[in-house]
């Protein structure tokens, strides 16, 4: 079985204060992981991917995101909050063993100016 | 370049009733999603396409849902009889290849309210 925890259901951080959004996996085999992002009314959009090689990966809008083998985690991370960041964030999993896909439930960003 | 259309947007039906939702994915995608997310959730895999051939529909419930991409582009989600229990958002994505290899572009999804 595989699985992907997003413990905080909410995240609130002020604009210009560095952001974490905390994703945990559970799998069998290597991982690829993945964040997406989902502003109101709009379909969902990848912002980076970790396949393989370097822990620390840079995706879209200037986000990052740390893989953590050992502790099974690929949080997201940006250095300083945009008001538009504020958005739905989703982690996601895809088992290369399994050919199979899992989100996590979501975690709510909200940037307060 | 258009992103993944999904149609309708919203629908509201009474329970028993079928519906079907259709997908027009990004040109050249040859792989195609259909999810379903329910409030508060994450995506759940339904069906997944390679070309016209669905290559995992495991979770798909067979005795009520069924899915078609006849010529590998566009893509028909139905539902009969729809249960009170389907009220969720069903999203459609493609990409090129496979989860692994990159990115999926979702579209905005289907919102569906079974009275």
């Known amino acids: 079985a595989q699985s992907v925890a997003q413990p905080e259901d909410q995240v609130n951080v002020a604009e210009g204060n560095p952001l974490t959004v905390k994703c945990t996996y559970s799998v069998s085999g290597n991982p690829y992981l993945f964040w997406y992002v989902q502003y109101p009314n709009r379909g969902l959009q990848f912002l980076l991917k970790y396949i393989t090689g370097d822990n620390l990966v840079k995706g879209s809008y200037g986000f990052e995101a740390e893989f953590n083998k050992s502790q099974t985690s690929f949080h997201l991370k940006k250095p300083s909050a945009l008001v538009s960041d504020s958005a739905l964030y989703f982690c996601?999993?895809?088992?290369?063993?399994?050919?199979?896909?899992?989100f996590g439930d979501g975690t709510t960003l909200t940037v307060k100016p | 370049e258009a992103g993944v259309v999904q149609s309708p947007r919203y629908k509201i039906i009474e329970k028993k009733q079928p519906v079907a939702f259709w997908c027009n994915p990004i040109s050249g995608h040859n792989t195609l999603y259909w999810y379903l997310q329910n409030l508060g959730q994450g995506p759940e895999l339904l069906i997944r396409y390679e070309n016209e051939e669905a290559v995992d529909d495991s979770q798909l419930p067979k005795d009520r849902f069924s899915a078609e991409r006849l010529k590998g582009v566009d893509s028909t989600l139905k539902i009969q009889p729809a249960e009170l229990g389907d009220s969720a958002v069903y999203l459609c994505?493609?990409?090129?290849?496979?989860?692994?290899?990159?990115?999926?572009?979702f579209g905005e999804g289907s919102r569906l309210t079974v009275l």
């Open positions: 996601a999993l895809f088992n290369t063993n399994a050919g199979k896909s899992t």
């Open positions: 994505a493609s990409s090129l290849g496979d989860f692994s290899t990159g990115e999926l572009f």
